[in-house]
Nanobody, 124 residues
Framework: QVQLVESGGGLAQVGGSLKLSCAVY????????MGWFRQAPGKEQFFVAG????????NYKDSVKGRFTISRDNANDVVYLEMNNLQPEDAAVYYC?????????????????WGQGTQVTVSS
């Protein structure tokens, strides 16, 4: 059974930092592309960051470039999203997702499995 379990969400102040983790079970993680998406209340889901199966290729939503970093630990089947200089518009539920093959890593339709989400709140 495939499971993606996110953790690390919570409350941060504007300008603060959080690091999200997503532990993956039941997949050959080292051959799986991974992504992070977010959804704010009343808004559609947006791509945030993606990383290739080997960690050598990453891509980001324009508004988080330079502030967020996606990384992965293939030895422990975990993907991370380090978020710095958080802004009010970053507040959302963050979801990690796994894809057996994602050509762009940007489209939600490319992903086969999803976590339950973790809430990120940013206070000013």
């Amino acid at each position: 059974q495939v499971q993606l379990v996110e953790s690390g969400g919570g409350l941060a102040q504007v300008g603060g930092s959080l690091k999200l983790s997503c532990a993956v079970y039941g997949l050959t993680f080292s051959s799986t592309d991974m992504g992070w998406f977010r959804q704010a209340p009343g808004k559609e889901q947006f791509f945030v960051a993606g990383v290739s199966w080997n960690g050598k290729s990453t891509n980001y939503k324009d508004s988080v470039k330079g502030r967020f970093t996606i990384s992965r630990d293939n030895a422990n089947d975990v993907v991370y999203l380090e978020m710095n200089n958080l802004q009010p518009e970053d507040a959302a539920v963050y979801y990690c997702a796994a894809s057996r093959f994602a050509s762009t890593r940007v489209l939600a339709s490319e992903y086969d499995y999803w976590g339950q989400g973790t809430q990120v709140t940013v206070s000013s």
